[in-house]
Nanobody
């Protein structure tokens, strides 16, 4: 099982980024994919989930209305579209297979002027 995130970078407040998560070694299409983040000096925070068939997406209050999660099962890929980024969104972002499954190494997002 492997998940790999990409798309992180440095942006100014108000900017946008799109993160990708590519899964391999498992049946990607039957698993919910969760996005989490870890800010400097803080614990892991769940921010979004997309169900296997994309019928349901849920978000934490901290990102609701600004972030959108989606997936393309044909490409074993989940996406996290992040808009109106704020300095407090600075963190390492991870995707995870299901509630307690494997997660990727993460991608750094830095929001700063």
């Amino acid at each position: 099982v492997q998940l790999v995130e990409s798309g992180g970078g440095s942006v100014q407040p108000g900017g946008s980024l799109r993160l990708s998560c590519v899964g391999s070694g498992f049946s990607f299409s039957i698993w919910s994919i969760m996005w989490l983040r870890q800010a400097p000096g803080k614990g892991l925070e769940w921010i979004a989930t997309v169900t296997p068939n994309s019928l349901s997406t849920t978000y934490s209050d901290s990102v609701k209305g600004r972030f959108t999660v989606s997936r393309d099962n044909g490409k074993n890929t989940a996406l996290l579209e992040m808009n109106n980024l704020k300095p407090e969104d600075t963190a390492i972002y991870f995707c995870r297979k299901g509630t307690n499954g494997e997660r990727g190494p993460g991608t750094q997002v830095t929001v700063s002027s």
